[in-house]
Each structure stands twice: as C-alpha cells, then as structure tokens.
C-alpha cells in the first residue's frame, strides 16, 4: 500500500512516516503544500491519502474538492490542528473518510491509519 | 483581555506538549507582557483572524528550543538544524489550533507559523490591547506563551430587566 503524505511541516511528515513504518507501511511518498499534493497523486498513485488542512499555495480542504471531482474512492484521512465540529463536518461534506486531530498519539494515529485501512478492504 | 481567551491556552500547551514533546507542562500565573521579564532567542508566532484577532507566540532560549524540538521530532535538532524552525512553527500551530477550538462560537482562522530566530529578540505588537504571558515550565526549561486577543464581534447587548432604570 502506497500512502501519501501532504503536511507543509517536515518535521510532522517525518513523525508521520515513523507512525506508518510502525505498523507496517513503508512505501511513503511526500508533498509540502495542495499543489505539490496534486502533482504526486498524479504521478504516484497512492492508496491512501494522510492530508493536512493549513498549507501554503493550496489548502487541504482545496485539495478534497479537486480530489473529489475525479476520485470518489481514494481514502482521505485529514490531520490538522482544526479541532472545531464545524471544520470536521465541513470535511466530512467534501469527501474526507477519517479525521485526525494534531496533536495525536502514535497510537492513535496508527488505529485511525488501521481503521481507514480496513473500511477499504 | 477577555478571560475566556487564556484558558485554551493554558488547556492547548499542556496538551501539546504532553502529548507531542513528552514533558508535563507547569503553568505559573499569567501576567501582564510588561512584567514578564528579558527577552527570547526563539519565538513561534501564529496570528489570528475573524470573529477575534490577535496572536499567540511560544518562546525559548536556544538551549530550551533544541532540547523542546529534539523531542518533539524523536532526533537531534539544533538551532542549526534545517528542522529546527519547521518544528518550532509547528509546535506553535498546534497549540493555537486548539486554542481556537475552545472559542466557543467564534469564527476564527490560524495563520502559516512565522519563527523568529535571535538571541534577546523582541516581537512587536499592536498596542491596542494588551498581551498576557502566560509562564510555563518543561521538564526542558522554561516556555512563555504570549497571548494578544480582542473580540472583533460585538457584545450582544445584555437584556434589561423590566422595571430597571436605564
């Protein structure tokens, strides 16, 4: 399984990557920012989708509706710091199957990850 | 400042840095900028927009903040580290996001974090209100949170009982 990861935060994409190792995935690829997330879905074709909310050039709820209007299935699982209902129903509405707020154990990370992972099969 | 903006402070940087820097978090009682003492090496800054404006800034000594983001990253980041701002900004990020979470019918927007790297810097800020410290304490060093908010909605005007004389 091939998972891409979409966070403006080296230093998050890198604890994430260590989340994904922990349970099992390795076939990682990266993005910095909606744009760059966009170019990598093309190229790389990723299974599931681990996407930040506040990024520079395009933001991830941006990145959701693009994604949305051509793939209905690629599974999203959004981590941000946009802790409020309003921002969870508002992803969930474009699209977003899981939600995971920053900042988040590896644990729980990891079983959100899991249960993303299992809805699929 | 309005009271109901300090707790999530007080309530975010515990919860971040328990959880994402692995110390506990001792909070000291908040006071005024102006007597909160000398000034940092690092400072993450995160403004804040809509329903209520202002920022939040968390600053360290040099030696707090690579320690602070060491264990945020599980490596070593020193001030020098190509890391060493992203992780700090980020830090930053987390604690003003779920900072905002707790403003209870509020609209508010986070910026990007901007880090600001100098020994004995100072961050200038409107003077229009007025910026609380609150004093934290790490199993790394000491950690300021800086608070400046104000209400850009106003407050709904209170109901008068009857029979009260306006």
Same mark, same amino acid.
């Given at each position: 399984m091939r998972v891409l990861l979409v966070d403006d935060s080296r230093t998050m994409r890198n604890i994430q990557r260590s989340v994904l190792k922990q349970i099992g995935h390795e076939d990682v690829v990266e993005a910095n920012d909606g744009v760059q997330a966009l170019a990598e879905l093309a190229r790389q074709?990723? &299974?599931?989708m681990l996407l930040d909310w %506040?990024?520079? %050039?395009? &933001?991830g709820i941006t990145v959701v509706h693009k994604v949305r209007e051509t793939d209905k299935t690629l599974p999203i699982i959004m981590c941000t710091t946009e802790a409020e209902k309003s921002r969870v129903i508002e992803a969930i509405k474009a699209g977003v199957n899981n939600f995971v707020v920053k900042p988040f154990t590896a644990e729980s990370l990891g079983a959100k990850i899991n249960e993303t992972i299992a809805r699929i099969k | 400042m309005d009271a109901r903006f300090i707790n999530p402070f007080v309530s975010a940087i515990r919860q971040v840095f328990e959880t994402m820097v692995h110390t506990p978090v001792r909070v000291g009682k908040p006071m005024l900028k102006s007597a909160a003492g000398h000034n940092p090496d690092v400072s993450g800054v995160i403004g804040f927009s809509g329903d209520a404006a202002g920022c939040v800034i968390l600053s360290f000594s040099f030696d707090v903040a690579a320690k602070v983001a060491s264990s945020f990253a599980a490596a070593t980041i020193? *001030?020098?580290? *190509?890391d060493f701002a992203d992780a700090i900004g980020e830090l930053a990020n987390m604690v003003a996001g779920n900072a905002k979470a707790e403003f209870h019918g509020l609209s508010v927007s986070i910026s990007l974090p901007s880090v600001i790297v100098g020994r004995d810097h100072a961050v200038s800020q409107s003077r229009n209100f007025p910026h609380i410290v609150i004093p934290c304490e790490t199993c790394f060093g000491a950690v300021n949170v800086e608070v400046g908010m104000k209400s850009e909605r106003p407050q709904p005007a209170r109901p008068v009982p009857a029979g009260a004389t306006p």
């Open positions: 074709r990723p &299974d599931l %506040n990024m520079p %050039n395009m &933001d | 020193t *001030p020098e580290h *190509p």
